[in-house]
C-alpha cells in the first residue's frame, strides 16, 4: 500500500496481464517463442501477407473472366446466388444416390482419404447442378467420419449424413446397389429409387464385394450398361465420383452413352461395339 492509502499492484501481478494481454502464436506469447517457434511464426505472417495479395488477384481475375464470359455469351456455370437456391430440397429430381460407407476394414488410411476426396468431387457436382440428385452418406462412423471432420463446415454441406446403414434409412424395394458384376443392366434410372455406390477404393484387390454384400441383404443389384456401348480391355470399375457423374448426367436428360463420352477418361482404351458401331453409320 503506497502513502495514499491505494493497493499497488505487485510486479507478477503486471507480468501476468501483459502476458495475458500478448498475442500468442500455438497458445505461447510471442515474447516466450524458441528460435525455431519464432521462424514458423515468420513464415506464418509472411504467408497471410501473401495469401491476402493472392485472393486479391483471384477476385480479380475471377471478375475479369465474368466480364469477358459476358460480353461473348459464354455460360461460365451458376452464379452464387443460383447455387444457393439450388438445394436437394427444392430439387425437380427425386432419384436417390447413397456412398456406402460400410467398408473401413478394407482400406488403409491413404485409401480412405482418397474416398473421402471422392465424395468431395461428387459433392461439388451436385452443387453445381440445376436438379440436384438426393445425396446421402450412410454407416458415416468410425474412420470415414474422422477423415472428414477435416473438412471444416461438412456438417452444414447440403448431404444427409447417417451413422445407420442404408437398410434402416430406406425401404428395401427402392435400393439398388451398383457392382460390375451383377447380371442386370440398368438402361435407365427410376425416380424415387435409390442407387448405392460402394464407398471403396478398390484397386482390384475387393473384387465382388458389393454384388455379394446386395446378396447377402437380398436388395436389387445391377450395373451400369458400358458394355452396351463399349468393349473394355479391363474391368470396368470406376471412381465414386465418375459414377455419380454418370447417374447425374443421365438424370439431367443424356444418354448413358453420352455420359460414358463425357465422363470416363481416354485412357480406359473402351471401342464402340460392334453392333453400336453399326447403327451410327447407319444414322449418317
Not at 156 to 183: A, G, I, R, T
Request: aromatic share 6%.
Amino acid at each position: 500500500m503506497n502513502s495514499e492509502g491505494k493497493l499497488e499492484e505487485s510486479p507478477s501481478n503486471v507480468n501476468d496481464e501483459n502476458v495475458a494481454q500478448e498475442e500468442l502464436f500455438n497458445g505461447v506469447p510471442i515474447s516466450k517463442l524458441t528460435k525455431t517457434q519464432m521462424k514458423k511464426y515468420k513464415r506464418m505472417l509472411q504467408w497471410q501477407s501473401v495469401k491476402k495479395l493472392k485472393r486479391a488477384k483471384e477476385k480479380l481475375k475471377t471478375r475479369s473472366k465474368k466480364i469477358e464470359a459476358k460480353m461473348l455469351n459464354i455460360d461460365i456455370g451458376p452464379s452464387r446466388k443460383q447455387l444457393k437456391n439450388a438445394k436437394m430440397a427444392n430439387s425437380s429430381c427425386k432419384i436417390g444416390v447413397v456412398i456406402d460407407l460400410s467398408f473401413d476394414e478394407l482400406m488403409i488410411n491413404k485409401d480412405m482419404g482418397k474416398v473421402i476426396k471422392q465424395i468431395l468431387r461428387v459433392y461439388t457436382e451436385n452443387r453445381r447442378a440445376s436438379a440436384p440428385m438426393q445425396l446421402h452418406l450412410t454407416s458415416f462412423i468410425g474412420r470415414c467420419k474422422e477423415e472428414m471432420a477435416k473438412h471444416n463446415g461438412h456438417e452444414n454441406w447440403d448431404m444427409h449424413f447417417h451413422e445407420s446403414s442404408y437398410l434402416d434409412v430406406f425401404p428395401k424395394d427402392k435400393l439398388v446397389y451398383l457392382s460390375s458384376e451383377s447380371d442386370n443392366v440398368i438402361t435407365e434410372l427410376e425416380q424415387e429409387k435409390v442407387y448405392i455406390i460402394g464407398g471403396l477404393v478398390d484397386h482390384n484387390s475387393h473384387k465382388g464385394v458389393c454384388h455379394q454384400k446386395a446378396v447377402n441383404e437380398g436388395i436389387a443389384h445391377g450395373q451400369l450398361p458400358i458394355g452396351e456401348y463399349f468393349h473394355s480391355v479391363s474391368r470396368k470399375v470406376f471412381t465414386i465420383n465418375q459414377v455419380f457423374e454418370i447417374l447425374l448426367r443421365v438424370s439431367e436428360g443424356k444418354t448413358f452413352k453420352e455420359a460414358f463420352e463425357m465422363i470416363l477418361p481416354k485412357r480406359i482404351n473402351m471401342q464402340p461395339t460392334l453392333d453400336n458401331s453399326e447403327d451410327d453409320s447407319n444414322n449418317e
